[in-house]
């Protein structure tokens, strides 16, 4: 992974009336987010003995910095904007259709977020986010589908 210029749109910071301090901030946490990526995708590189726990908690980390960047640029806090999730090294969800302001399609055997479909296997992500996720159910062999459907099914019902 090359290391990135962050340039920040100067339209959006006039318009969103930005502090030096906001703007000192979205560079840090642009910084924590490439420094999190580069050690992701060194573990994946070296085979880490760390690599499950580096994928248990990625996307929880990485939507976490991502929910600051939006505080930051005064944005409404919205899991369906953000754009560096794909990012994750780990993640084998597709592009296709993943791309800013658009609903997240989730790969349900990327091994980052499948887990947030499967939550009953993993319980330290936010239960406060509510954003829809889509699962392209023709993917699954049977048994997913058994497993995923009565969950799916639960949530709509709330």
Request: aromatic fraction near 10%; proline fraction near 3%.
């Amino acid at each position: 992974m090359a290391k990135r210029t962050v340039i920040l749109n100067e339209s959006l910071i006039k318009k969103q009336k930005l502090s030096q301090e906001n703007i000192l901030e979205l560079y840090e946490l642009h910084r924590e987010l490439d420094e999190y990526l580069l050690k992701l995708e060194k573990a994946k590189n070296n085979n880490s003995k760390n690599c499950k726990k580096y994928i248990k908690e990625s996307d929880q980390r990485i939507r976490n910095i991502e929910f600051r960047m939006q505080k930051e640029w005064k944005f409404d806090l919205d899991e369906k904007k953000h754009t560096h999730w794909i990012r994750n090294p780990f993640c084998s969800c597709s592009l296709k259709n993943n791309y800013f302001g658009r609903i997240l399609n989730y790969n349900p055997n990327c091994e980052v977020h499948s887990p947030r479909i499967y939550s009953k296997y993993f319980n330290n992500f936010s239960k406060d986010i509510n954003s829809p996720i889509t699962v392209d159910l023709t993917s699954l062999n049977k048994e997913q589908k058994e497993k995923i459907i009565p969950i799916i099914l639960k949530t709509l019902k709330g």
